[in-house]
């Protein structure tokens, strides 16, 4: 089991920035790869940006250029740092976690709002 414990939500203006926080209970160094997915009103819930255990990362299109994933070992932590945020931005972020341990199994935190006005 891993609890993942999500902070940094929050409402910001267009072009501005907002940083994520994911803590998992147990060490990073146990979990094969973690990310980020949002689930806007209506919308299905998407994939924003991961990070695997060798450090590889991967974008959505549409936040390219904008997010970056990234792992603090020492502070046991997963960041979603976003940038010049736009209104459609705007959804409950969620912290997943993969873990395989013979099958593949995942987790999700609870989700942190993220409001983007324009």
């Known amino acids: 089991q891993v609890q993942l414990v999500e902070s940094g939500g929050g409402l910001v203006q267009a072009g501005g920035s907002l940083r994520l926080s994911c803590v998992p209970s147990?060490?990073?160094?146990?979990?094969?790869?973690m990310a980020w997915y949002r689930q806007a009103p209506g919308k299905q819930r998407e994939l924003v940006a991961s990070i695997n255990s060798g450090g590889s990362t991967n974008y959505a299109d549409s936040v390219k250029g904008r997010f970056t994933i990234s792992r603090d070992n020492a502070k046991n932590t997963v960041y979603l740092q976003m940038n010049s945020l736009k209104p459609e931005d705007t959804a409950v972020y969620y912290c997943?976690?993969?873990?395989?341990?013979?099958?593949?199994?995942?987790?999700w935190g609870q989700g942190t709002q993220v409001n983007v006005s324009s």
């Open positions: 147990r060490s990073i160094f146990s979990i094969n790869a």
């Open positions: 997943n976690a993969v873990v395989v341990a013979g099958r593949m199994y995942g987790y």
